[in-house]
Nanobody, 117 residues
Framework: VQLVESGGGLVQPGRSLRLSCAASGLTFSSYAMSWYRQAPGKEREMVAGIDRFGGSTEYADSVKGRFTISRDNDKNTVYLQMNSLKPEDTAVYYC???????????WGQGTQVTISS
């Protein structure tokens, strides 16, 4: 199983980025997907989550109204659209897949997002 994040980078405050997480080796539609982030010296925190078919999403309060999670089960990919980025959004962003019934969790390797002028 592999979860491979992409799309990170260095952008100025107020700009946008879209992260992608491509999954392989698993039945993608069986997994709820989430994005987490970890800033230097801080705990990893959940940013956004989406259920198996995209019918339900949840967001951390700090990103509500700015970030949007979505998925394409045909492409085995989950996305995180990040708008109005702030310096405090700087972190390594990780993709997580969770199979509720098998209690299996997979993590990607992370992608760095840096917001700076």
């Amino acid at each position: 199983v592999q979860l491979v994040e992409s799309g990170g980078g260095l952008v100025q405050p107020g700009r946008s980025l879209r992260l992608s997480c491509a999954a392989s080796g698993l039945t993608f539609s069986s997994y709820a997907m989430s994005w987490y982030r970890q800033a230097p010296g801080k705990e990893r925190e959940m940013v956004a989550g989406i259920d198996r078919f995209g019918g339900s999403t949840e967001y951390a309060d700090s990103v509500k109204g700015r970030f949007t999670i979505s998925r394409d089960n045909d492409k085995n990919t989950v996305y995180l659209q990040m708008n109005s980025l702030k310096p405090e959004d700087t972190a390594v962003y990780y993709c997580k897949g969770f199979h509720r019934f098998l209690a299996i969790t997979y993590w990607g390797q992370g992608t760095q997002v840096t917001i700076s002028s």
